[in-house]
Every structure is written in structure tokens, then in C-alpha cells.
């Protein structure tokens, strides 16, 4: 039950498909024990992915990070 609105994380994803359920999975895992760090509870995280294909992607632009 979600007490305290202001420890609610939503965390919005777009990739591009081709990982595995398990390394989505490990991903979700990962996000949710860092942001344990910061006292927000699992219970209190939302995380969407949105895949798409690499079609539909924009091929301008090319993130560093």
C-alpha cells in the first residue's frame, strides 16, 4: 500500500526489442536495489519498457551513456 506519495517512483524505459526476459528481468532487479539506497520501498517503484524495433527507432541520434 503506497503511505507516502512522494517516495512513488515511475521509471519509463524505451529500448529497442531483442533482450531476453531474463536480462529485463535482472534490469528491474538492479533499478529496484538502488533505489532501495534511497529508502524508496519495491512496492513503491513502477517500472514500464517500451521496446520497439529498430525500424521504427530513430537512427539519427546516438546516446554515449
Known sequence: MLITLELFMLI??????????ATKRDLYRLIVEKLHDFSIPSD?????????????????????V
Open 12 to 21: 519509463r524505459i524505451d529500448c529497442f526489442t531483442g533482450r531476453s526476459l
Open 44 to 64: 513503491h517503484i513502477k517500472i514500464i519498457l517500451t521496446g520497439s524495433t529498430l525500424e521504427n527507432g530513430e537512427t539519427g541520434w546516438v546516446s554515449d
